[in-house]
Every structure is written in C-alpha cells, then in structure tokens.
Nanobody, 111 residues
C-alpha cells in the first residue's frame, strides 16, 4: 500500500494550487480518502474527506469554500484543489486512506 503526494511548492497569497495523491497497492475505488496538514511544532489536522464514490465530501471550517477534495478512481488519484490560499495554509499536506499515510508535500504560502 502506497500513497505519494505531489504538487506542493510556493504559492502567493490569494493564489491557487492543486495537490495530487497517487495511490497503489489497495482498492482505491472502494476506499474513503482524506487530506490532512501539519505545521511544524503543531498537531496534524484533518482538512477534508471524500467517500469512495466521490459523492460526499466534508471540510474543516477554515477551508470550506476555498479547498475542494476530489478523486479520479480510474487513475487511482486523489486531489486537493486549493484556492484563495492564505499564509496560515502553509503546512505539509498529507493524504490518508486504508490506514496508510503518504510522506507529505510542503505548501508555502508567501509573497
């Protein structure tokens, strides 16, 4: 079982970025998936969840309306579209599913 995040980097405040998470080694299309993030020195926090069929999503309040979680089951890939980003969105972003975590991708929001 493996999850590999990509798409992080430097983003200007108010800008957009899309993170991807490539899944392998398990039945991705049958698994609910989640995104988390962690700021160094702080606890990892849940951001969003998507059901296996992509029909139902949930978000933490501070990203609701700005971030969108989605998935492509044909490509075994999870996404996080981030819009109108803020400096406080700076963190390492992780995808999670099937009791497995990716290694994370760093997003820095700064001008």
């Amino acid at each position: 079982v493996q999850l590999v995040e990509s798409g992080g980097g430097l983003v200007q405040p108010g800008g957009s970025s899309r993170l991807s998470c490539a899944a392998s080694g398990f039945a991705f299309r049958s698994s609910g998936m989640r995104w988390y993030r962690q700021v160094p020195g702080k606890e990892r926090e849940w951001i969003a969840t998507i059901t296996d069929d992509g029909e139902i999503t949930n978000y933490m309040p501070s990203v609701l309306g700005r971030f969108t979680i989605s998935r492509d089951n044909a490509k075994n890939t999870l996404y996080l579209e981030m819009n109108n980003v803020r400096p406080e969105d700076t963190a390492v972003y992780y995808c999670q599913g099937q009791d497995t975590w990716g290694k994370g991708t760093l997003v820095i929001v700064s001008s």
